[in-house]
């Protein structure tokens, strides 16, 4: 199995509290991802990054930042959390030549409910 | 922005039936995946196409690539009851894989 961390793997909050997710790996694998899983929705990307402080945006962005300082490290930031941010969040790697194979390693998840 | 569009959203069978989904695209890329999630994991990949009128199988699953680059499918033979869990097609060959919204396999011992 891929060395992919998530924590915390639960977590319960109010709306308008921060939250920050994090993502470790020990795989040294260039790319890394953050993906929402809601039903009837299935997975959708939210942010990803190639690199250490390299970053784009993925279909759902808003809301949401992120940041790698390093390589083993992804946070995903919720700067004033709503109750339309509850769900399961997911965190991928996958390393360069991987991508063209459409591999991903994804950890267990995050469930995040905002009350 | 691109879609993929997968169905059946949810199957109910019983064990040793043979089950089939698909998923469409309204654009053509050059890699269809097909992922499996089980229950309370992150999805794993099962199969990975990459022509046109590819077959691959992966055990008791088959995944074909559609000739118009546009549609996969998969089917899964002889289903047990490990085969629970949601099964996402995806898009690839980029920095950013495109998911469908799963199907949901669920199967009666």
């Known amino acids: 199995d891929a060395g992919i961390t998530q924590s915390p793997r639960h977590k319960v909050t109010e709306t308008g509290t921060p939250v920050t997710l994090r993502c470790h790996q020990t795989e040294n694998h260039r790319y890394m991802y953050w993906y929402r899983q809601d039903p009837g929705h299935g997975l959708r990307l939210i942010h990803y990054s190639y690199g250490v402080k390299d970053t784009d945006k993925g279909e759902v962005s808003d809301g949401y930042s992120v940041s790698r300082s390093k390589t083993e490290d992804f946070l995903l930031t919720l700067e004033s959390a709503t109750s339309s941010q509850t769900s399961v969040y997911f965190c991928a790697i996958s390393e360069s030549h991987r991508l063209n194979t459409g591999e991903l390693f994804f950890g267990e998840g995050s469930r995040l409910t905002v009350l | 922005g691109q879609q993929l569009n997968q169905s059946p959203q949810s199957m109910f069978i019983q064990e040793g039936e043979d089950v089939s989904m698909n998923c469409t695209s309204s654009?053509?890329?050059?890699?269809w995946l097909w992922y499996k999630q089980d229950p309370g994991e992150g999805p794993v990949l099962l199969i990975a196409l990459y022509k046109a009128g590819e077959l691959t199988s992966n055990g008791r699953l088959t995944a074909q690539f559609g000739i118009t680059r546009k549609d996969s499918f998969l089917n899964i033979s002889a289903s047990i009851p490990s085969d629970v869990g949601i099964y996402f097609c995806?898009?690839?060959?980029?920095?950013?894989?495109?998911f469908g919204k799963g199907t949901k396999l669920t199967v009666n011992p």
């Open positions: 995806a898009q690839g060959g980029s920095e950013k894989l495109v």
């Open positions: 654009s053509i890329f050059n890699t």
